[in-house]
């Protein structure tokens, strides 16, 4: 009997967890715990700021390829981050150099959020469009029709590119929010028809599109990566366009029937230096 021991087999390759199409995307809040900053010394203080300021740099060499702070109105933090990448691992590398950097101590997370970016179901193809343009009274013998159906031929890619891959809005203001669409008896969102929700979806895009120029959204997908299943990232050019914008959307049968909401965040946001300068770091 043979007693030589099998070979060695080959290491196993890393797993596939990059993001085939679309980013990762992970909101983050943190609350500055006073006793432990009271802790530190004067010169790990001011190590420590550099160092998270460093770390907090978009441009840094390593960085998620999308990074925003901010600080955040009210109790529930003072710091907010959103990283976005099609790495999950680059994400949880900066989360990481901020738990063992100097101020590592000084920052407690309060909240954290994780989703990926998606197309929803409910933007419409070209065809589905053309399709409700009949339905909605436009004849394919009308000349507004085929004006229509190009233009939104043409701008379906960039919207789709802006879902999935998204530049930051240059707009001073910011909301973060998860939500669902409720499964209850008497208004359960998915026991309806495609065609109904699909109606319902377009509704409520209409009421946005009156805020263009004022407030940009984003929705990325939860389901499986958090306890609810999307969540909303609005930025505004001033405050009270994030309420106006919420208040608007609440009435749409979407909303109104179908929709719970968990915590907001509003934040404003500032470069890390400027952020850490703000919160007496």
């Not at 299943?229 to 609005?234: D, I, Q, R, Y």
Request: net charge negative; aromatic share 10%; charged share 20%.
């Amino acid at each position: 009997m043979s007693h030589d021991r099998p070979p060695h087999a080959a290491p196993a390759s890393p797993p596939t967890i990059k993001m085939t199409e679309g980013w990762h995307c992970l909101h983050l809040y943190y609350r500055i715990d006073p006793v432990a900053f009271a802790q530190l010394d004067g010169s790990a203080r001011a190590q420590g700021k550099e160092e998270l300021i460093e770390l907090l740099r978009p441009d840094r060499e390593g960085a998620p390829v999308r990074m925003q702070t901010s600080i955040v109105s009210g109790h529930k933090a003072d710091l907010g981050l959103m990283l976005m990448d099609d790495d999950p691992i680059v994400i949880d590398g900066l989360v990481q150099d901020i738990r063992t950097s100097n101020l590592g101590t000084v920052l407690s997370p309060t909240y954290s959020f994780v989703s990926i970016t998606e197309i929803s179901e409910y933007v419409p193809t070209i065809e589905q469009y053309a399709e409700k343009l009949q339905l909605t009274g436009t004849s394919p013998d009308d000349p507004s029709y085929g004006a229509k159906v190009q233009a939104y031929e043409q701008r379906l890619p960039a919207m789709n590119k802006q879902r999935m891959y998204p530049d930051f809005p240059p707009y001073p203001c910011t909301t973060f929010y998860p939500m669902n669409k409720i499964r209850h008896p008497l208004a359960n969102w998915y026991t309806e028809p495609f065609s109904a929700r699909s109606d319902l979806m377009a509704e409520h895009a209409t009421s946005g599109i009156k805020f263009a120029g004022r407030v940009s959204q984003l929705i990325t997908a939860s389901t499986g990566f958090d306890d609810w299943e999307w969540g909303v990232t609005l930025w505004s050019r001033a405050p009270e366009h994030i309420k106006e914008i919420v208040y608007t959307m609440r009435f749409d049968r979407a909303s109104a029937k179908y929709a719970e909401f968990g915590p907001f965040y509003v934040s404003y946001i500032l470069s890390a230096a400027d952020a850490l300068g703000h919160l007496k770091v």
